[in-house]
């Protein structure tokens, strides 16, 4: 099961779905402005992709949303993901035991 947490409004999101569509899969597509991912999800995700939540924070949205990355602690700042995911970077794709940003859309294809 391949799974896409997508915007379509982002051009880099549509780019990775149409890479994946091309290649022939059929991902589940979250758009998870519309249903954001629970805590658990996104550490889940974050363990997947080896990262620390604030690398995958959409800085010039989170100052927007008035929330500093760095004044947070990893809780908190996975918590403000949920409450606005607008601030969480996309597009992510998880496939299995693997998880890619798709910034470039061609990032995901190491994980397939």
């Known amino acids: 099961m391949i799974t896409i947490y ?18 022939g899969l059929k991902p589940r597509v979250v758009e998870y402005l519309k249903t954001p991912p629970s805590a658990e ?11 620390a939540p604030k690398d995958i924070v959409r800085k010039k949205d989170a100052a927007d949303a008035g929330i500093n990355p760095d004044k947070l602690t990893d809780e908190k700042l996975i918590a403000a993901m949920v409450k606005t995911p607008a601030i969480i970077e996309r597009p992510i794709v998880v496939a299995g035991t693997k998880a890619a940003l798709g910034r470039p859309p061609e990032n995901v294809l190491k994980i397939l």
């Open 41 to 51: 999800e996104l550490r889940s995700i974050l363990k997947l992709l080896g990262a």
């Open 6 to 23: 997508h915007n379509p409004r982002c051009s880099k999101s549509r780019d990775t779905l149409a890479l994946l569509e091309k290649i």
